[in-house]
């Protein structure tokens, strides 16, 4: 990894980490940026388009970051084609691993920010055989269970106090969770 890209993923896991009250609006952000996203694409690449993530379940506290599933025929195509379109729009992009830092399976990964440069949207664009739709499963849980949602809601909340600038850390206390909650949605339990 060259240096300046070490740098640059440095500084975006120090971000600050917000929890805010759930926001009847971002269905329609999400709506939105699928809009944008279909006119912009090429047709022949993009398939799904998804909201998820805790945004994506309503009455549920969240960082305003409106996540983004996007199934795409090719991450190789991705790289040639949608990057660039993508990157003219101001979006960052990032070629990440699934699983932390662990190197594969990677998929193409997006960062849309406000003009105070605050994150609005991650697209995570990932082929239909990625281990990443698993994360369609936690987002309908929490849909329907909403006494897990709250849970998840007051976990994230004291993760946020503990690790404000630390996105890594967020994220690992998060995974036992969501791979709980995953673990009994899958089983219908």
């Given at each position: ?51 998820f993530g ?99 809601a007051e976990l ?34």
């Amino acid at each position: 990894m060259d240096k300046k890209l070490k740098k640059r993923i440095e500084e975006l896991v120090r971000e600050e980490i917000v929890i805010v009250p759930y926001n009847p609006a971002w269905p329609k952000v999400f709506e939105d940026e699928a809009v944008f996203l279909r006119s912009k694409l090429p047709q022949n690449l993009v398939k799904r388009i998804e909201h998820f993530g805790s945004t994506a379940v309503p009455g549920l506290s969240a960082k305003p970051i409106i996540d983004i599933l996007v199934e795409v025929t090719s991450l190789e195509e991705t790289k040639k084609q949608i990057v660039p379109i993508l990157e003219s729009e101001g979006y960052e992009y990032f070629w990440r691993p699934v699983h932390g830092n662990d190197g594969p399976p990677y998929y193409a990964w997006f960062i849309k920010r406000n003009s105070e440069g605050k994150r609005t949207h991650h697209i995570h664009m990932v082929e239909a055989d990625s281990e990443r739709w698993i994360d369609l499963c936690f987002r309908d849980c929490l849909r329907q269970f909403p006494a897990e949602a709250k849970k998840y809601a007051e976990l994230k909340t004291k993760l946020a106090n503990e690790y404000p600038n630390d996105r890594v850390k967020y994220t690992e206390e998060k995974s036992s969770f969501i791979l709980s909650v995953t673990k009994k949605a899958r089983s219908g339990s």
